[in-house]
């Protein structure tokens, strides 16, 4: 129990797409603004949040896994509290409750806003509150924040989606897309700078339809090049952009804006045609290779990764064959790889000709294969070349075993180097740019081993500093805590809108 002097305590536990981190940094900032405080690490909170996917199969089953966990734990804590929030939540309303009655509060997509109001209901009413609007109440991007990182950022322009993919069930939980006027943004993001950010990355589930709700088909190529005029902002990234509204403007505005990074995230889905067809994706592979081809001719050090399912219903080996054929044309720098899965609620799940589990087990594994052979390749090229990259926090797994540190190029690729600082004054700090030479490549990462070649200590750097020395405040308010991830993960855990 909290005391004047010691304040509830909470955890967010968040799954799914980049949207999901989004949204989990606002939760944290509501439960800070309403005078909770982040439970210390090892220590059981007295509020857990649990921020849903409902994207892969076994999400409900990893999700009633954990609200298993919790139970006899809330058993012996009196007024512990759980609440169920995000796409799960959306897309189960009232059955979540039913399957795990020791949950307290049940919240949307729509209103994460109401969580801090929701808890208090349920702890004065000692009873469960289920809350599920079907459109937005509140932009989220209006809300409190407790950003994850001191140095990069999220910043949403839209939300939903206004595609139909038979395989996709997020529009539904999310709703129709809602866009942000261009000056919300660019003052978020100047505002975001002014605390020290030096990147952001610019979010949507369709990113690149961004203007659709106010009839400008080109306010994201504008929005870009409205980023490269914000002094201070080092780098801008985005995700995820749908191929079928890819248009030359956007590769035009990546090229000719200093800040817009040679990265892109573009999902393919599927190399057939008639696949793509099924999928209800409004592109074919002809347009799909043709976006890369413009992209390369326009930035040649592009890094293009993608997303890819196999054993979609109906996908013959020749489809698959279609497939692999557009992996080696494109020679992506990434993929994220998915079995299908039926997902009730979607098209797909109940057209005919579903693929046999061992059919598209042997496929994925070719993929993965064909993938990983592809991306080493790609990252062997870079071996000799100069990078520069800014350090980024808890993305390398092993670099307290390999006395390393890590950090981002320009390309979004992560590369661990030495932290041997002879040849410059003094060691980065997340958020600084140093310049690396790169000596080995792997299908997933590169390593530059040798001295640090040049440093360049950065307000982000700074800002780092600030966040990891200065007390938290014991008052409530919107805390910026600290940093425990890093840079924003360049890529998704489940398949994206796009």
């Known amino acids: 129990m909290s005391t004047a002097a010691q304040p509830r305590t909470y955890e967010v536990r968040t799954y799914g797409c980049q949207m999901n981190v989004h949204d989990s940094e606002r939760l944290s900032g509501l439960l800070e603004d309403a005078g909770y405080a982040a439970a210390p690490e090892g220590e059981q909170a007295d509020v857990v949040v649990f921020n849903t996917c409902a994207v892969r199969e076994n999400a409900d089953n990893r999700l009633y896994g954990n609200l298993g966990h919790l139970a006899p734990i809330k058993a012996k804590r009196p007024g512990m509290q759980i609440a169920v929030g995000g796409c799960m939540a959306q897309k189960d309303r009232d059955t979540v409750v039913k399957r795990a009655p020791w949950v307290d509060v049940v919240f949307g997509t729509h209103n994460i806003g109401s969580l801090p109001a929701l808890l208090d209901r349920a702890r004065v009413q000692e009873e469960a509150q289920v809350e599920i609007l079907e459109s937005l109440d509140v932009f989220p991007s209006t809300l ?45 993001i100047e505002a975001l700078v002014a605390e020290g950010v030096s990147e952001v990355t610019l979010l949507g589930q369709n990113v690149n339809a961004y203007g659709v709700e106010f009839g400008d088909r080109q306010a994201f190529s504008k929005l870009l090049r409205a980023c490269g005029a914000i002094e201070g902002l080092e780098r801008v990234r985005f995700t995820s952009p749908h191929p079928a509204e890819f248009t030359d403007d956007v590769i035009e505005a990546m090229a000719e804006t200093h800040n817009v990074m040679p990265s892109l995230h573009m999902p393919l889905q599927s190399g057939s045609s008639k696949v793509l067809k099924d999928m209800r994706r409004s592109y074919r592979q002809e347009k799909f290779l043709g976006i890369i081809d413009r992209v390369r001719a326009a930035l040649p050090d592009a890094a293009i990764t993608t997303d890819i399912i196999v054993g979609f219903p109906g996908e013959t080996e020749e489809d698959f064959q279609e497939t692999l054929k557009v992996v080696r044309e494109a020679r992506f ?108 490549a792997a299908p997933h990462h590169l390593v530059a081993d040798g001295p640090v070649r040049a440093l360049r200590r950065t307000r982000s750097g700074d800002a780092w500093e600030r966040r990891t020395t200065t007390p938290a405040p014991a008052t409530a308010g919107v805390g910026l805590g600290m940093p425990s991830i890093g840079v924003p993960a360049p890529l998704p855990d489940a398949p994206v809108c796009g």
């Open 144 to 188: 409190p924040t407790k950003r994850e990182s001191a140095y990069a950022a999220w910043v949403s322009v839209s939300v939903g989606c206004n595609n139909t993919c038979t395989f996709c069930i997020v529009p539904s939980l999310r709703g129709k897309e809602k866009d942000r006027r261009p000056g919300e943004i660019l003052a978020e």
């Open 333 to 440: 720098s990434g993929a994220f790889t998915f079995q299908y899965s039926k997902r009730p609620g979607t098209p797909a799940a109940t057209l005919p000709d579903q693929v046999a589990q061992a059919d598209v087990t042997d496929r994925y594994n070719r993929l993965v294969e064909l993938v990983n052979e592809i991306t080493w390749d790609e990252n062997k090229r870079l071996i000799g070349r100069e990078l520069e990259l800014m350090v980024s926090e808890g993305e390398g797994r092993k670099d307290a075993a390999t006395h390393r540190l890590s950090g981002r190029a320009p390309d979004n690729r992560l590369v661990h180097f030495e932290a041997d600082f002879s040849q410059v004054d003094g060691a980065p700090r997340p958020g600084d740019m140093v310049t690396v030479q790169v000596t080995y």
